[in-house]
């Protein structure tokens, strides 16, 4: 149970929305009873005073929270987060979405190289991207926000430079072709 328990906290950390318990027995190969009870374990490993990670299971799911004792640390610290500058690596991310979006993560990851996990939470704190549930590619995918436009001086993605050549660019197309022909026969 303890490695299972530690299965789903590594899940849970990367995550950037709440998960269900169907999604981690599924993940981690188990019966959605040991993973409820998994979570459980883990709840009350965390959920302490002296935690500074909690476990949060509400009606959306399970997900990882800050203690709420050190939410006005938290704000703190995440003020800073949001009002620094971007990273390079989150303006190539926020770049990708503002051209090829709507976008899964996975068909980001195919073009960045890399994980974007983390990068993804930070633009959806930030407000510059959105998360939405796609019914054709049955994944999150992510779209710049109004107030990500607004940022740029821009009423409409179409505006950017080279968006036409860029959001329709063959290669990119082909590249994204076969990562979904890949994922589709796995």
């Known amino acids: 149970m303890i490695e299972l328990s530690?299965?789903?906290?590594?899940?849970?950390?990367?995550?950037?929305?709440?998960v269900s318990a169907?999604?981690?027995?599924?993940?981690?190969?188990c019966h959605i009873d040991e993973a409820t009870a998994a979570v459980d374990e883990l709840a009350k490993r965390r959920n302490i005073d002296h935690?500074?990670?909690?476990?949060?299971?509400?009606?959306?799911?399970?997900?990882?929270?800050?203690?709420?004792?050190?939410?006005?640390l938290i704000e703190r610290c995440s003020k800073e987060d949001i009002e620094s500058e971007l990273t390079?690596?989150?303006l190539e991310?926020?770049?990708?979405?503002?051209?090829?979006g709507p976008i899964t993560k996975s068909?980001?990851?195919?073009?960045?190289?890399?994980?974007?996990t983390l990068i993804l939470r930070n633009l959806l704190m930030r407000g510059l991207i959105d998360e939405n549930e796609d019914t054709v590619k049955l994944q999150p995918v992510y779209t710049l926000t109004n107030d990500a436009l607004r940022y740029l001086?821009?009423?409409?993605?179409?505006e950017?430079?080279?968006y036409a050549d860029l959001h329709g660019n063959t290669k990119i197309d082909a590249l994204l072709s076969a990562l979904t022909a890949e994922s589709s026969s796995v």
């Open 6 to 18: 530690a299965k789903i906290e590594a899940i849970l950390f990367v995550s950037t929305k709440p």
């Open 107 to 116: 068909e980001i990851e195919a073009i960045r190289g890399i994980n974007c």
């Open 93 to 100: 991310t926020l770049t990708i979405i503002a051209y090829r």
């Open 160 to 162: 950017l430079t080279d």
């Open 51 to 72: 935690s500074g990670v909690h476990v949060v299971i509400g009606a959306e799911g399970m997900t990882l929270a800050t203690n709420p004792a050190f939410t006005s």
């Open 88 to 90: 390079r690596p989150s």
């Open 22 to 29: 169907k999604f981690l027995a599924t993940a981690c190969s």
């Open 153 to 158: 001086g821009l009423h409409t993605v179409s």
